[in-house]
Nanobody
Framework: QVQLVESGGGLVQAGGSLRLSCAASGRTFSSWYMAWFRQAPGKERDFVAT????????SYADTVKGRFTISRDNAKNTVYLQMNSLKPEDTAVYYC??????????WGQGTQVTVSS
């Protein structure tokens, strides 16, 4: 089992920045990838970014590329999502996820990000 706890959400004006954190505990050695997803009201959950625990290789959705940065601190078992140049359409609940067996099996409870225009 892997437990994930997100933090860092909040209300910010358009053009502002926020940094989300995801602290992992439990059987974290089994997780090859960590990722952020988001879900806006009435919409499906969408992929935002992912990072490989070992190599640090990252990948981003086109909608956030150049504005968001995913990073990790292996010593702290924590993944971050630095979000810059935020737009109202970035408003969503952001979820952290951990992979196991080729799928994102473990999920955090989510943290709300609201961007006002």
């Amino acid at each position: 089992q892997v437990q994930l706890v997100e933090s860092g959400g909040g209300l910010v004006q358009a053009g502002g920045s926020l940094r989300l954190s995801c602290a992992a505990s439990g059987r974290t050695f089994s997780s090859w990838y960590m990722a952020w997803f988001r879900q806006a009201p009435g919409k499906e959950r969408d992929f935002v970014a992912t990072i490989n625990w070992s190599s640090g290789t990252t990948s981003y959705a086109d909608t956030v590329k150049g504005r968001f940065t995913i990073s990790r601190d292996n010593a702290k078992n924590t993944v971050y999502l630095q979000m810059n140049s935020l737009k109202p359409e970035d408003t969503a609940v952001y979820y952290c996820a951990s992979s196991e067996g080729g799928a994102y099996k473990y999920w955090g409870q989510g943290t709300q990000v609201t961007v006002s225009s």
